[in-house]
């Protein structure tokens, strides 16, 4: 199925549109639907909004199929807040005939002040009932600290997630957490000062 791009297109343009009409008019929405030359149906909404002192949001969806079990649907939004703050997310999700199934997302943010963040993953379901999927945050404090998450699964592996985190005086963290049928739950993790020597916790 090859709708995807098209749909991506689609969605991405009404986005843009909808934030260009929503400067000039304050609020505009727009959706619609139709019949698409696979044999399915392609649908899509959007909207958009200006507030009084600089904020503003916009968002968009869409979904096309083809009459034969297969599909694919994504979203996308942003807002900007009136003190300067920012944020954005987007997502796709296929679905095929054979119930294999793949979705990804991400999004990510920014304070006024300089804080930001981001995350992004996604997971995969199989024909045959098996699912992977893993996810990687990103932060940055406005008084310098950082953060680190990356997660995993597996079907039959369980679950993995590490963690690395800084402080704004150079005190660190460093941790691991896993879990497995049959293992159950087991964690480590390591605090550190500036110079990179251990220390204990609290």
Do not use: W
Request: hydrophobic share 30%; net charge positive; proline share 2%.
């Amino acid at each position: 199925m090859r709708t995807f791009p098209a749909l991506a297109l689609v969605v991405l343009s009404t986005l843009v549109i909808g934030v260009s009409d929503a400067d000039a008019a304050g609020r505009v929405k727009a959706r619609g639907a139709q019949a698409n030359s696979s044999g399915g149906v392609t649908a899509g909404s959007a909207g958009a909004a200006r507030g009084p002192n600089g904020a503003a949001g916009a968002g968009a969806r869409g979904v096309a199929t083809d009459g034969q079990g297969n599909a694919v649907a994504g979203s996308a939004g942003a807002v900007r807040g009136p003190g300067g703050g920012r944020a954005a997310r987007a997502g796709a999700t296929t679905v095929t005939d054979d119930g294999t199934v793949a979705h990804r997302s991400g999004a990510a943010a920014q304070g006024p002040n300089g804080g930001s963040g981001a995350t992004a993953g996604g997971f995969n379901r199989n024909a045959d009932g098996s699912v992977t999927g893993a996810r990687s945050t990103r932060a940055q404090g406005a008084s310098g600290g950082t953060y680190a998450g990356d997660s995993t699964y597996a079907s039959g592996q369980g679950a993995r997630h590490t963690t690395t985190a800084t402080g704004a005086g150079g005190n660190s963290y460093q941790g691991e957490t896993s879990v497995k049928k049959g293992d159950g739950v087991n964690h480590s993790g390591t605090c550190y000062d500036a110079q990179g020597n251990p220390i204990a916790c609290r």
